[in-house]
Nanobody, 116 residues
Framework: QIQLVESGGALVQAGGSLRLSCAAS????????MGWYRQAPGKQRELVAI???????NYADSVKGRFTISRDNAENTVYLQMNSLKAEDTAVYYC??????????WGRGTQVTVSS
């Protein structure tokens, strides 16, 4: 079965960095995009960053200039390099994968906590 497994979440001080990874445990055909969402307590889940199969990346305004998304297509792995972390980045980060137009896969989430 298809499974997205995130790793890299941790407790980090404000201004620090983390690198999240997400790897697919099974073969996913026709991946069109992979990315990261996050959900903080009391808030809706929001898009953080997304990267298409062609390498085009988009970011939420709140993370532009601080986060970088990258992808290893051969290994079906997506990364999120997070620099200059802020307390408001604290959230559960969920890996996202879109195959084709309508098939969506979600990871179980990894906790990122930024202390201030």
């Amino acid at each position: 079965q298809i499974q997205l497994v995130e790793s890299g979440g941790a407790l980090v001080q404000a201004g620090g960095s983390l690198r999240l990874s997400c790897a697919a445990s099974g073969t996913i055909f026709g991946i069109s995009a992979m990315g990261w969402y996050r959900q903080a307590p009391g808030k809706q889940r929001e898009l953080v960053a997304i990267i298409t199969s062609g390498g085009s990346a988009n970011y939420a305004d709140s993370v532009k200039g601080r986060f970088t998304i990258s992808r290893d297509n051969a290994e079906n792995t997506v990364y999120l390099q997070m620099n200059s972390l802020k307390a408001e980045d604290t959230a559960v980060y969920y890996c996202y994968c879109r195959a084709g137009l309508y098939t969506i896969y979600w990871g179980r989430g990894t906790q990122v906590t930024v202390s201030s």
